[in-house]
């Protein structure tokens, strides 16, 4: 059976909330969504399943978004965030993403290339994919964890502004080497099981998976911390502007 996949107007309708408490819940993690051409998309069996969840929690009514922190999650400038990821994946040649403490998108993936994006396209690839950014960031250095479910490459760098670690920034969907495009190749009949995608097309589009040289790699770690230190920089910035204008309208008020 074909999962269901809504947009953000449908998903309006389904909830009874309005497009930015939709954008809010998305930014913090609490609503599991992903990216399809730019357009935010949401399976209707994980949004039933997210539901379910939440009223079993809870007996009675009350807002399911978190009020905004001095400096949370919510202060991310995401909508400048993603075209400095944009610029870094095409520069190096691997795909890039933003995810939260917990491994959940925050931004659509820069530079995906086709073999994940087919993965990504399935619920249990979505799934399996979310999983392995949460084994990363809970454990960077871990060797195991720098491999996501499919065999290819992981490095993730901490955006922290003020003590807080708010988010992380992720690269990924590539080898090293013909030989370890070969090992990702060996791993296609279970991953084929595993996210219930054919192999002929997981084989298919492993010949356009990003394949960098070990000082590629190198040079995409060290680029990859100066990326989380711009996004560090951005939300700082952002965080002193939206103070400043809250202090403007709390003096206006006064008037």
């Not at 590539?174 to 991953?191: D, N, S, T």
Request: aromatic share 4%; with cysteine.
């Amino acid at each position: 059976m074909t999962d269901e996949l809504l947009t953000v107007r449908q998903l309006q309708e389904l909830l009874g909330v309005d497009r930015i408490t939709i954008y809010r819940l998305l930014n913090s993690g609490e609503l599991p969504g992903f990216k399809v051409g730019g357009q935010w998309r949401f399976s209707r069996a994980e949004i039933e399943a997210w539901l379910a969840r939440r009223r079993a929690s809870s007996s009675e009514e009350r807002p399911v978004s978190k009020p905004p922190a001095p400096c949370g999650v919510e202060s991310l400038p995401l909508s400048c965030m993603e075209p400095v990821q944009d610029i870094f994946a095409q520069a190096v040649g691997v795909s890039v993403l933003s995810v939260n403490t917990a491994g959940n998108p925050l931004t659509i993936i820069s530079n995906p290339c086709a073999f994940c994006e087919l993965v990504l396209s399935h619920p249990k690839g979505r799934a399996r994919c979310r999983a392995s950014w949460a084994r990363l960031v809970q454990n960077p250095l871990n060797p195991e964890a720098q491999r996501c479910h499919a065999g290819l490459h992981l490095l993730a760098e901490p955006v922290e502004v003020r003590g807080e670690r708010l988010a992380w920034v992720v690269a990924g969907g590539f080898v090293v080497g013909a030989l370890e495009l070969e090992a990702v190749r060996q791993r296609i009949p279970a991953v084929s099981r595993a996210v219930d995608v054919p192999a002929e097309e997981l084989e298919k589009r492993l010949a356009e998976a990003h394949v960098i040289s070990p000082a590629d790699e190198a040079k995409t770690a060290g680029l990859l911390k100066k990326v989380a230190a711009t996004f560090v920089e951005l939300t700082v910035q952002r965080v002193t502007l939206l103070s400043r204008l809250q202090h403007i309208a709390e003096l206006a008020s006064l008037r």
